[in-house]
């Protein structure tokens, strides 16, 4: 399996308080991303980054923000925690190869409960 | 961005069945394909992909898929299914970025 830490695995929070999720690798790629996982959506991506303070949107970004100062950490902030951002929260890593050839390994998830 | 189908939401086979689970994508052009596998309260692990060359892809776990170009379809199938292929199985396509179909739980009885 890559080298993939996440923190917390699971958390409950409440309502209207800031979330900071963390994603750890020692593979040293370049490439980071954070999607949520909902039942009958699969997993949908809400930014991700492609380098040391590079940093793009996905298809789900509203509400969350992200921060990578080092290769290996992207943290993942839900800046005020609503019940709609319940979910299931995994990082992914690649290096991406010649072209498009890019294969993606997932982290363990973290499990997201907002009362 | 690519739409992605998968057909089944639901499969329930018994022991070594045949397994066949159907993917799609929207439009064509250079895609890599992939099937991701996750197990009960695990993380998503790779099963297999196709980058180019050969349509019949080999994974682990005795899986393979076939990608047909012509109906933009990336199927995963295994022979004879065990009790610990039990899991939800994603389907993924990436253009210029990766998207996910639903999923499809398998459950396999003994």
């Known amino acids: 399996d890559a080298g993939i830490t996440q923190s917390p695995r699971h958390k409950v929070t409440e309502t209207g308080t800031p979330v900071t999720l963390r994603c750890h690798q020692t593979?040293?790629?370049?490439?980071m991303y954070w999607y949520r996982q909902d039942p009958g959506h699969g997993l949908r991506l809400i930014h991700y980054s492609y380098g040391v303070k590079d940093t793009d949107k996905g298809e789900v970004s509203d509400g969350y923000s992200v921060s990578r100062s080092k290769t290996e950490d992207f943290l993942l902030t839900l800046e005020s925690a609503t019940s709609s951002q319940t979910s299931v929260y995994f990082c992914?890593?690649?290096?991406?190869?010649?072209?498009?050839?890019?294969?993606?390994?997932f982290g363990p998830g973290t499990r997201l409960l907002v009362l | 961005a690519q739409s992605v189908s998968q057909h089944n939401h639901h499969v329930i086979l018994s022991e070594a069945a045949s397994l066949e689970l159907g993917c799609n994508y929207s439009?064509?052009?250079?895609?890599?394909l992939f099937w991701y596998v996750q197990y009960p309260g695990q993380h998503l692990q790779l099963l297999l992909k196709y980058f180019s060359g050969d349509p019949l892809v080999k994974g682990i776990k005795g899986f393979e898929a076939e990608f047909i170009k012509s109906k933009f379809s990336f199927n995963l199938r295994k022979p004879s299914v065990q009790w610990s292929d039990t899991a939800e199985y994603f389907c993924a396509v990436k253009d210029y970025k990766l998207s996910f179909g639903a999923g499809t739980t398998v459950t396999v009885r003994a």
């Open positions: 593979e040293n790629h370049r490439y």
């Open positions: 992914a890593i690649s290096e991406p190869k010649t072209g498009l050839e890019e294969t993606q390994y």
């Open positions: 439009y064509g052009g250079t895609v890599n």
